[in-house]
């Protein structure tokens, strides 16, 4: 069966920096656009980032523009999110997710059809 592994979260300072995994399993993973996304307590889920599936297509929603940095790895079946001057409000569980739709929004949750378990990210001030 398909699974998608997130690891790499944890606590870190404002300012710092965390670096997220997500291993893919189950799937031909480079048929697959993947992205990120978070959810904060008591927040809906909200997108992070995407990326195509050969890797040229990039997205980042505005929040993490010029601080978060999306990749992947097709040869290792997996994709990244490297995460810099990372603020307070970046707290949330982490979840990757992956979709074999050819085409659609990549910021939009149902477009994807597999999601991993989740990996918590703390920010403190």
């Known amino acids: 069966q398909v699974q998608l592994v997130e690891s790499g979260g944890g606590s870190v300072q404002a300012g710092g920096s965390l670096g997220l995994s997500c291993a893919a399993s189950?799937?031909?993973?480079?048929?697959?656009?993947t992205g990120w996304f978070r959810q904060a307590p008591g927040k809906e889920r909200a997108f992070v980032a995407a990326i195509s599936r050969s890797g040229r297509g990039i997205y980042y929603a505005d929040s993490v523009k010029g601080r978060f940095i999306i990749s992947r790895d097709n040869a290792k079946n997996t994709v990244y999110l490297q995460m810099n001057s990372l603020k307070p409000e970046d707290t949330a569980v982490y979840f990757c997710?992956?979709?074999?739709?050819?085409?659609?929004?990549?910021?939009?949750?149902?477009?994807?059809?597999?999601w991993g378990q989740g990996t918590q990210v703390t920010v403190s001030s």
């Open positions: 997710a992956a979709s074999g739709k050819p085409l659609g929004d990549p910021a939009r949750a149902s477009e994807y059809d597999y």
């Open positions: 189950g799937l031909t993973f480079s048929a697959y656009r």
